[in-house]
């Protein structure tokens, strides 16, 4: 199959065409008129942005974008979402489901929506990123006393989640959530991390009232879970990479690249 990637630069795209590509599809061009799928993940992936260019981005850019895929002969369009859309408490996640609906509207073309939460991998950044640093330098970290629930997911897996929507016919209209499988704590994961790389997480308790108070850290500190089942069940998919694999692999990413 013809695959459009947009966004193909960053952080996920950036995986997900040679993952296509092992799978036997072919990366198109935007002119390319054999072109039969597209997946959308040209978004601003973060709040510091105005809302005004979040909306313009995220809804508009998307709606056009699946306008224009619809004259290049696609098909089938597959909107690389957020778990925040489920239920926003902020602009970016009013954003992602203002581009969700405006998507339901569009006739000939069959929409599908992929709703991950924080996804992580080789290249991630923003917080994941500042966390494997710390640990990988031996700081402490004040989150011994958070009690959260947080799912997560490796980029290799969102990116086979995505070519089994581009593939299975019966994923044509539906919203799937997608993770690595059970919620963890942000206290298992910094252990875990600490694992990867071969090195303790020094944890310490620090009130997390306090925390929330900076606005990096209270996304550490408050849960978000996502429900993948309808994925599991609809498409049979399982995700190819545990989330220990998923963080090896990161971690052996960090240690390359510091040398």
């Not at 005004?52 to 290049?72: F, H, K, P, S």
């Not at 009232?209 to 994925?231: G, N, Q």
Request: aromatic fraction near 8%; charged fraction near 20%; glycine fraction near 8%.
């Amino acid at each position: 199959m013809h695959v459009l990637v947009t966004g193909v630069s960053g952080f996920v795209g950036a995986s997900l065409v040679p993952a296509l590509q092992a799978r036997g599809h072919f990366a198109c061009r935007e002119d390319d008129r054999q072109c039969e799928a597209i997946v959308h993940l040209a978004n601003i992936a973060h709040t510091a942005a105005p809302a005004t260019e979040l909306y313009r981005v995220n809804v508009e850019g998307t709606r056009r974008q699946a306008l224009m895929g619809i004259a290049a002969g696609a098909r089938r369009f597959v909107y690389i979402s957020s778990a925040k859309a489920a239920a926003p408490d902020d602009v970016y996640g009013r954003t992602k489901l203002a581009a969700e609906n405006a998507l339901a509207q569009i006739k000939d073309l069959e929409v599908v929506v992929l709703r991950p939460p924080l996804v992580y991998g080789p290249r991630v950044k923003a917080n994941f990123l500042s966390v494997l640093r710390a640990i990988g330098r031996g700081w402490p970290l004040p989150f011994a006393s958070i009690e959260n629930r947080r799912s997560l997911i490796y980029v290799g897996n969102l990116c086979d989640a995505i070519i089994r929507c581009i593939e299975a016919p019966e994923a044509a209209g539906r919203t799937y959530g997608v993770s690595d499988g059970s919620p963890v704590s942000t206290p298992h994961l910094c252990t875990a991390l600490g694992n990867a790389l071969g090195r303790p997480a020094r944890l310490f308790r620090f009130p997390v009232p306090l925390l929330e108070l900076a606005p990096p850290l209270r996304r550490l500190t408050r849960s978000l879970e996502v429900d993948d089942s309808a994925i599991r069940n609809d498409l049979g998919w399982r995700p190819p990479y545990t989330f220990e694999e998923g963080l090896r692999l990161t971690a052996e990413w960090y240690l390359a690249q510091r040398g």
